[in-house]
């Protein structure tokens, strides 16, 4: 099996979180209209920030939380709407996604004609914008298993192994 990680190696241009970037004019894009300005980019930013930190320690692995939560749990996100809270998860989903180029779809294509593929990759986000992005480029289904070890939510980790991922099986039988 050829496991893959996606970001730098098929899937190109996500992580776009920075001080430079319009996290509002994303919000406004998916139907955003309530919060201020202001308002989206400091509690975008403020989560990535506390996410960030908790991605990097390795004493966290097993204590990873979800975007939501971490969004309820900021200041300045006090008071917003569900409605919205879901918008702004969205919106952090929206930057740290990437997109697969058509050269490399043809490239996955042609190496899972010869071998068996897996991907992993660490994300913040749910994973659904990632698969609606490889069934997009056409090649979801070219993997045996796609890996999300930080997709299962703090609270439901207990140490095992097998509750640090969330797995889904592909069309091919895994090896």
């Known amino acids: 099996m050829v496991l893959l990680d996606m970001n730098g190696t098929f899937l190109f241009g996500g992580d776009r979180f920075g001080p430079n970037q319009d996290y509002a004019s994303t919000y406004r894009a998916l139907g955003g209209s309530r919060l201020a300005t202001d308002v989206v980019q400091t509690i975008i930013q403020t ?9 990097n320690d390795p004493t966290r692995s097993d ?10 749990a900021l200041p ?4 917003v709407p569900p409605a919205d809270l879901a918008l702004l998860e969205r919106v952090i989903a929206q930057h740290e996604l990437g997109r697969v180029p058509d050269d490399y779809a043809v490239s996955l294509q042609k190496l899972a004609r010869s071998h068996v593929l897996g991907v992993i990759a660490n994300l913040l986000s749910r994973k659904d914008p990632w698969l609606q992005e490889f069934y997009r480029a056409g090649v979801l289904d070219l993997f045996a298993v796609t890996v ?28």
């Open 47 to 55: 989560c990535f920030d506390t996410l960030e930190v908790i991605y």
């Open 76 to 79: 300045a996100a006090r008071g």
């Open 148 to 175: 999300f070890p930080r997709m299962v939510p703090a609270s439901s980790h207990r140490g095992s192994s097998s509750t640090k991922q969330s797995v889904r099986w592909g069309s091919r039988a895994p090896m």
């Open 63 to 72: 204590s990873f939380p979800q975007v939501v939560d971490t969004l309820r």
